[in-house]
């Protein structure tokens, strides 16, 4: 099993030895997104909810996450984030009301930042889901996935 590098010679999984590798610029863009209900729509963009600006708090859950998802994943490593943006673009329709989260992580390191920002957007998602619950508990926390990654030993990613 030597082979995968997040198992050690028993089996087990482990934490992967970055010492050696190269600090490079590592960036990453995450998506998720969240369905919810025309009224609670109206009331997120008109700033009606009770407990308060539902994207500011929710850009602010997704950044803390960026910071602490080493805390949350075992073999994650605590890195050096020097860069969180965490944007909303609502798609809409006669029937949906989806907004889609973006979280862009940057940092420079021995080590890639995807798990940083898909922990960010999904943050982000939780958090609007507990801003908005008392009005509906059948919101539907969207797919969530890796865009795109820069930089490091694999290479670029773009989905």
């Known amino acids: 099993m030597t082979d995968f590098t997040h198992f050690n010679q028993q089996g087990r999984a482990k934490m992967v030895d970055i010492s050696e590798k190269i600090e490079t610029e590592r960036t990453a863009t995450a998506r998720s997104s969240i369905f919810v209900t025309k009224e609670i729509y109206i009331k997120i963009v008109d700033q009606g909810i009770e407990k308060g600006d539902v994207l500011a708090v929710a850009q602010v859950a997704g950044i803390m996450a960026a910071k602490k998802t080493s805390d949350l994943i075992p ?21 949906n009301y989806e907004l889609v989260i973006e979280a862009f992580v940057k940092t420079k390191g021995s080590t890639g930042v995807e798990m940083e920002a898909l922990t960010a957007a999904s943050a982000t998602a939780l958090t609007v889901y507990d801003m908005c619950k008392a009005l509906d508990k059948g919101m539907v926390i969207g797919q969530t996935y890796l865009i795109e990654k820069k930089g490091g030993k694999s290479g670029d990613y773009r989905r």
């Open 75 to 95: 073999m994650c490593h605590p890195l050096q984030i020097k860069g969180v943006n965490i944007s909303f673009d609502w798609h809409l329709s006669t029937t």
